[in-house]
């Protein structure tokens, strides 16, 4: 079984839509988890943490964890063109990926 | 958010060579270091785990002998790809984890892409 499972994608979206990825993980004991995106030939990069069940806002994005449940998810509202890249979960301390889900916004 | 960084961004060597990337955080002192590669449209595919002053932590099916990690310092890590292929010629990319009392997150460079020509 994989540490971490992300919805398969590619996901499609029109402008000014919420964009909603989901994420599980098996490993009941983990406590952080991250959200990266990562744009077609550059790096990841860390847009959203959570520590705590429930939600966490950050502008237009909001992490939800349920640790119950063991996913995690991210929304994107007003989505953009530019929020068009593969987003990455990830848990704290276990180094490892899921495989991402590829957002498409259609302006 | 912190900042890590990569030398070199991009390399072409020939079959046969090492090449050597370095991984800085340059402004905290990383706890941990990892490194990844990863295959065009593929998910990053963690190689190693390396502590400050200790050997690496390889992933199953990575060679040890081929991909050298050395952890000098809390804000460097190294690289090198001996003997290169093509076969090797992948995107690498190096990523720092730091503690801040409860809190952990993890960094990444900009990445390395790596042609082995």
């Known amino acids: 079984q994989k540490e971490v499972e992300q919805n398969s994608g590619p996901l499609s979206v029109p402008e000014g839509a919420i964009a909603s990825l989901n994420c599980t993980y098996s490993?009941?004991?983990?406590?952080?988890f991250f959200w990266y995106r990562q744009y077609s030939g550059k790096s990841p990069e860390l847009i959203m943490s959570i520590y705590s069940n429930g939600d966490k806002e950050d502008g237009r994005f909001t992490a939800q964890l349920n640790k119950a449940s063991q996913y995690v998810s991210l929304l994107i509202r007003d989505s953009q063109p530019s929020d068009s890249a593969t987003y990455l979960c990830a848990v704290a301390g276990k180094s490892t990926f899921g495989d991402g889900t590829t957002l498409t916004v259609k302006p | 958010g912190a900042v890590v960084s990569q030398h070199p961004s991009r390399v072409i060597c020939k079959s046969g060579t090492s090449v050597k990337i370095e991984c800085r955080s340059l402004?905290?002192?990383?706890?941990?270091m990892f490194w990844y590669r990863q295959f065009p449209k593929q998910s990053l595919m963690l190689m190693a785990t390396s502590n400050e002053g200790s050997k690496a932590t390889y992933e199953q099916g990575v060679e040890k002998d081929k991909f050298l990690i050395n952890h000098a310092s809390l804000t460097l890590s190294t690289l090198t790809v001996t003997s290169a292929h093509p076969e090797d010629s992948s995107f690498y990319i190096c990523?720092?984890?730091?503690?801040?009392?409860?809190?952990?997150?993890?960094?990444f460079g900009p990445g390395t892409r790596l042609t082995v020509t």
């Open positions: 402004d905290f002192q990383a706890t941990t």
């Open positions: 490993d009941r004991g983990s406590q952080s």
């Open positions: 990523s720092a984890g730091v503690t801040s009392g409860v809190d952990y997150e993890q960094y």
